[in-house]
């Protein structure tokens, strides 16, 4: 079953008695999940599980739901604003990243064009930080330290990964998806309970620009009755640049004249091709793969030729798949395949996040 089929499944849009029965199904395996996870975090709320404090500031960036919430470009965004700011003397040399980098491989050097998804990411927008792939990231955060000397340790995808005890956590909830359907895996996407807010010092809600103002609102409402303490931020996915495949940088304001073929593996493959058309380029076609595909010649054969037969002038992807991407053998012809650099920029709360992230540095890092 793939991605989509997946989602209409367990949203309740697939109908029929076989769908009746596998959302049973899912929903037992999802209450013996949803105890485990509970009984894991009320584990550690009782001190009874303790966490890893190590001698370094650590900012977790994180989620509650499977799927392509925004963290990376946050996490991104969060390392920029650190480095560039001169209160607190810490350069690139003194952060590091860490990730439980899916399906990478330890023993690959800092080379981003051998790393996958969104570790090639961290290594091409923070040039100079160190990016640690470790599943445990207590040993990350030790390996960062010791051989390193970093002062400052932001965890990509740690919201869940209990075990390192972190100074600040901030997670990203998509506004197109908030609560996963409101189940727990598999029934839903939740990956624990929404309570877990609780912990969190701060929310960013992505993809404001795709829902009404009254859904973020009510969205709002429920966050606070949820944590009325946490910071709560509204951002958007903007387009920030266009690269070839060659590396050669793309001018935004030429894709309103152009016909694009949009391709993409990521957990919401919609707000991407969302994100197309905000340019004001024309979406001629588009074809869409599990999360974290793995892009075979053949499969990227068939994209250059639906492309030709739509007589697309661009073949746009995401920057997380075009690092997996290798250009077939032949092709009829020579469409340019580019990516979508993603920023993140906040409609409103981003001074109030800022504040809390500056607080939290306050207590550790040396000032100037």
């Known amino acids: 079953m793939n991605q989509d089929d997946f989602h209409k499944l367990i949203s309740g849009q697939k109908a029929g008695f076989g769908a009746v029965i596998l959302r049973l199904l899912l929903g037992l395996a999802s209450a013996g999940y949803s105890l485990a996870i509970r009984y894991h975090n009320f584990l550690y709320s009782k001190g ?116 390192l005890a972190r100074d600040l956590d901030i997670v990203a909830i998509d506004a197109t998806l908030p609560f996963g359907y409101g189940r727990m895996l598999p029934a839903g996407l939740l990956r624990e309970p929404v309570s877990s ?88 076609g588009s074809t869409i793969f599990n999360d974290h595909h793995h892009y075979t010649e053949a499969c990227i054969a068939d994209i250059f030729e639906q492309a030709e037969r739509l007589k697309a002038d661009l073949i746009l992807t995401t920057q997380k798949d075009q690092n997996k991407i290798t250009r077939p053998a032949s092709s009829k012809t020579e469409i340019p395949l580019a990516y979508i650099g993603i920023e993140i920029k906040f409609l409103s709360g981003e001074e109030k996040l800022w504040g809390l992230i500056e607080k939290t540095l306050a207590g550790k890092m040396p000032k100037m």
Request: aromatic share 6%; with cysteine.
């Open 48 to 163: 009874w599980l303790k966490a890893d404090h190590v001698n370094a500031t650590v900012i977790c960036i994180g989620n509650i739901t499977v799927g392509g919430t925004g963290k990376t470009p946050l996490a991104v965004w969060l390392c920029k604003q650190i480095l560039q700011y001169p209160k607190f003397q810490i350069s690139a040399l003194g952060c590091a990243i860490l990730t439980r980098g899916y399906k990478a491989n330890q023993s690959l050097k800092l080379k981003a064009q051998y790393y996958l998804d969104e570790v090639a990411i961290h290594a091409e927008s923070n040039l100079g930080v160190k990016v640690i792939i470790n599943p445990d990231r207590v040993a990350g955060a030790a390996e960062a330290i010791s051989k390193f000397g970093v002062q400052l340790l932001i965890m990509d995808d740690g919201f869940q990964h209990r075990r």
């Open 197 to 284: 807010l609780k912990r969190a010092g701060a929310v960013v809600i992505t993809r404001c620009d795709q829902i009404a103002e009254n859904e973020l609102s009510e969205l709002e409402e429920k966050l606070r009755l949820i944590n009325p303490d946490m910071v709560i931020a509204r951002s958007v996915h903007a387009p920030a640049y266009v690269k070839s495949k060659d590396n050669k940088e793309i001018a935004l304001e030429e894709l309103k004249a152009k016909k694009i073929f949009g391709f993409c593996g990521i957990g919401n493959p919609g707000s991407f091709l969302a994100t197309i058309k905000t340019t004001g380029a024309e979406l001629v």
